[in-house]
């Protein structure tokens, strides 16, 4: 039996000192400084095994972080692990006390494509923190292949255009992580955000919804739903690539900033379909007649074929287990919800009688959760607007 632990953290914007990320936005050495202590200290309480990481502008300014981090950590375990020459020392408490550090940890970074370097207009990838190592090279889904074209039909019959993305917001990273004798997929995604997309005309310097002086309710609802089909498309990308690994059989974890909680639609499309409790009473796809119905075969193989390729929310396990009905894991426009995921494969159901483990607990570190409705929004850029999330797994079968 093997234990772990894997979290997702959107550090909210973490780039080095004197560098403007967003326009007229940047950190001074002492604010940068902040932003790795504050940083440092959750990822040591956290003490995850793996973290996927958003907002991450810099592969640098993260390994500062994690080196703060084992620094403390060290110093955490000095003061809390006794020596050998203690007769105590083997005592099962201090292993729990003690942190692993990520000295030996293997570290993947996705930058953006889209980030061109050009101070006040740069953008974040994603990275992946691994305490036991890859087992492959690790995989960026961001410039696609083939263009995505979503074709669309008016209501009655008729072509009513498509919608075509050849690139994704923000990169999804891919890897292969040795876990317990299994190996594990794990995805780390940030999708569309829910800021409106606006379009600036030719000529112009911004859109003209842009401008909150001459408020424009319908064109920025229009620019709310762009950004809503473009974070649709990208959780389709996402759930194409989850879908091959999971025909291959292989386990899979998907961690990340969703930007939409989990009975939204990019969040379904992402999990996939739970199928229903019966489809013999269910007309045929085919039916000729009203008593063309599914079989109890075909009822049957529906349902397996639905769940073989379903993932499960850690937080909804959780919230089974624990008798909750909320977890919250951001602020945004002083509304507290639950944006930020983990999702486990069918192997880790704990219904599922040919399960490899399960998830024993769920933890969100959510107290510093403010934005800006809060009185106190001007004084918390240098922490994040989310909270950290961590799935406390077991592992009981090696492949």
């Known amino acids: 039996m093997t234990r772990f632990t894997i979290a997702s953290f959107n550090v909210k914007n973490l780039i080095g000192a004197d ?4 326009r007229f936005q940047s950190y001074t050495p002492e604010e940068y400084a902040w932003k790795v202590d504050w940083m440092a ?21 993260l ?23 203690k007769r105590y020392h083997r005592k099962a408490i201090f292993k729990k006390l003690g942190f692993d550090g990520y000295k030996d940890a293997a570290l993947a970074f996705a930058p953006n494509v889209n980030d061109t ?25 961001q410039e696609l292949e083939e263009p995505v074209s979503i074709p669309f039909q008016e209501l009655g019959g008729g072509d009513a255009g498509s919608f075509t993305i050849t690139k994704i917001s923000r990169p999804i990273l891919k890897v292969r992580i040795p ?37 424009d309710a319908v064109g920025r609802a229009l620019g709310a739903m762009r950004a809503a089909v473009r ?11 989850i879908v091959a690994e999971l025909e291959m059989g292989r386990p899979v974890m998907v961690t990340g900033d969703f930007n939409d909680g989990e009975h939204a639609v990019s969040s379904e499309i992402i999990s996939g379909e739970a ?5 013999s009473w269910m007309l045929r796809h085919d039916a000729e007649t009203p008593r063309d119905r599914y079989s109890p075969e075909e009822d049957a193989q529906i349902r397996a074929d639905m769940l073989k390729l379903q993932l499960t929310p850690a ?10 009905d909320m977890v919250y894991t951001t602020a945004f426009g002083g509304v507290h919800e639950s944006i930020d995921q983990i999702y486990l494969s069918q192997q880790f159901h704990p219904d599922n009688a040919a399960k490899i483990g399960e998830m024993e607990y769920f933890s969100v570190f959510n107290d510093h959760l403010t934005d800006g409705s809060h009185p106190e929004a001007p004084y918390n850029k240098l922490a994040s607007d989310h909270g950290q999330i961590i799935a406390h797994m077991r592992i009981d079968k090696t492949s």
């Open 19 to 22: 560098k403007e990320y967003y």
């Open 41 to 61: 200290d959750q990822l040591l309480s956290m003490d995850a095994d793996i973290v996927g990481f958003q907002e991450i502008f810099e592969e640098d300014a």
């Open 63 to 85: 390994r500062d972080v994690i080196t703060e981090t084992d620094s403390r950590g060290a110093e955490l375990n000095d003061a809390v692990i006794p020596g050998r020459d």
């Open 117 to 141: 370097g050009e101070p006040g207009k740069r953008r974040p990838g994603v990275a992946i923190l691994s305490r036991f190592g890859f087992a492959e090279a690790p995989e960026i889904i």
């Open 179 to 215: 876990v317990g004798g299994q190996v594990i997929t794990v995805f780390n995604c940030h999708l569309k955000s829910k800021l409106g997309e606006l379009i600036t005309p030719e000529g112009a310097d911004h859109a003209p919804e842009a401008d909150l002086t001459s408020y």
């Open 231 to 241: 974070r649709m498309a990208e959780a389709w990308v996402l759930r194409r690539a």
């Open 275 to 279: 199928p229903f409790k019966n489809y």
């Open 315 to 324: 937080e909804k396990l959780f919230v089974r287990k624990s008798l909750r």
